[in-house]
């Protein structure tokens, strides 16, 4: 009966562990996941683009997950100060970190191997060169981003210019 008894205490005891215990475990993990080197859940950033008298207002979402991330940007375009159109398009991209890099301190390179544009974007490939790098117009486009984690955000820089500023949703 001793014997019954202490066997009934360990299993009390495991599954007070893994009830209580595992939940709080998988709530760090996540909270790591989140904020670790290879990922970002998901990020938005608000830009403005000026060229050539175009100007575009830019709302882009960002996810990175290992060595791939998918950019979604959207936003008017205006020449003159006149709307001409709007941009609505998905680049997915592959990264490779620069050496040195640390988590998300560092020098990185997107290279798109996918583009879409959504069925209401009607602004020219043409129109968009004007203001917009490559790296956002074409399948293949890549660029080069510093990037600088912060407590309050990621800045994603190019050739000392700051691009975005990032806040994690």
């Not at 990922?39 to 938005?44: A, L, V, Y």
């Not at 680049?91 to 069925?119: D, E, L, Q």
């Not at 486009?141 to 990037?147: K, M, N, P, Q």
């Not at 309050?152 to 806040?167: A, S």
Request: one cysteine or more; a positive charge; charged letters at 20%.
């Amino acid at each position: 009966m001793v014997i019954i008894f202490m066997n009934f205490k360990i299993i009390i005891a495991i599954f007070l562990v893994l009830f209580f215990a595992l939940p709080g475990i998988a709530i760090l993990v996540l909270h790591l996941n989140y904020n670790s080197a290879e990922s970002i859940p998901e990020c938005r950033a608000i830009t403005i683009y000026n060229n050539y008298n175009y100007r575009a207002r830019l709302i882009i979402n960002f996810r990175v997950h290992n060595t791939e991330g998918r950019i979604f940007y959207e936003g008017m375009v205006y020449e003159d100060n006149k709307k001409i159109g709007l941009l609505h398009r998905q680049i997915n991209f592959r990264i490779t970190r620069m050496p040195g890099t640390k988590g998300m301190r560092g020098s990185v390179h997107y290279k798109g191997y996918a583009m879409k544009a959504f069925p209401n974007d009607n602004v020219s490939h043409e129109v968009a060169r004007k203001f917009l790098p490559p790296f956002f117009l074409s399948e293949d486009g890549e660029i080069y981003f510093d990037l600088i984690n912060t407590n309050k955000g990621l800045y994603l820089v190019k050739d000392n210019v700051p691009m975005f500023f990032c806040n994690p949703r």
